[in-house]
Antibody, heavy 117, light 106 residues
Framework: QVQLVQSGAEVKKPGASVKVSCKAS????????INWVRQATGQGLEWMGW????????GYAQKFQGRVTMTRNTSISTAYMELSSLRSEDTAVYYC??????????WGQGTLVTVSS | DIQMTQSPSSLSASVGDRVTITCQAS??????LNWYQQKPGKAPKLLIY???NLETGVPSRFSGSGSGTDFTFTISSLQPEDIATYYC????????FGQGTKVEIK
């Protein structure tokens, strides 16, 4: 069965970077884009960007341009999202999601990133 | 970017009631509209894709309609397990989500 398993919770200081992983199984990793969506506590869903695991091509939301980098390691079917220059407003649960033409059909369990001095 | 305006932000209804949520896009998105259900502490779950198509395994009491800029999501008979927050999402490039509707039992 399709699964996306994310890395564990992180606590970071302001100004630091965080790298969240998303390991895919149950399907051909290079056949579907991976999108990243975040959700601050009690807030809605915010799309961050996408990555094509086959080509490595990416597209980022304007809000995160210059601070986010999405990469992959196809040999271990894992996608990564790195966010730099962290601030308190980046405290949120970060989700990876497999994208089909019509949206996101499978999601990771989420990774809580806490930014605190 | 395309903005999605979802309403209401919350609602309270009785078991068995018909529940309706609306979503309006800031420009024509054809039928590029999904609906997700999110329960506390869980990832969103896709319920409806292409505005009106039920994802496999989703109960038939959930439905969606609309095209262009105006969309509707309906639960025909609210069940206790439907307590959740529901989001619309347009998937024209890039993705954007509505603000969410929290559904509670009266």
């Amino acid at each position: 069965q399709v699964q996306l398993v994310q890395s564990g919770a992180e606590v970071k200081k302001p100004g630091a970077s965080v790298k969240v992983s998303c390991k895919a199984s149950g399907y051909t990793f290079t056949s579907y884009d991976i999108n990243w969506v975040r959700q601050a506590t009690g807030q809605g869903l915010e799309w961050m960007g996408w990555m094509n695991p086959n080509s490595g091509n990416t597209g980022y939301a304007q809000k995160f341009q210059g601070r986010v980098t999405m990469t992959r390691n196809t040999s271990i079917s894992t996608a990564y999202m790195e966010l730099s220059s962290l601030r308190s407003e980046d405290t949120a649960v970060y989700y990876c999601a497999r994208a089909v033409v019509t949206g996101a059909d499978y999601w990771g369990q989420g990774t809580l990133v806490t930014v605190s001095s | 970017d395309i903005q999605m305006t979802q309403s209401p932000s919350s609602l309270s209804a009785s078991v068995g009631d018909r529940v309706t949520i609306t979503c309006q896009a800031s420009q024509d998105i054809s039928n590029y509209l999904n609906w997700y259900q999110q329960k506390p502490g869980k990832a969103p779950k896709l319920l409806i894709y292409d505005a009106s198509n039920l994802e496999t395994g989703v109960p038939s009491r959930f439905s969606g309609s609309g095209s262009g800029t105006d969309f509707t999501f309906t639960i025909s008979s609210l069940q206790p397990e439907d307590i959740a927050t529901y989001y619309c999402q347009q998937y024209d490039n890039p993705w954007t989500f509505g603000q969410g509707t929290k559904v509670e039992i009266k």
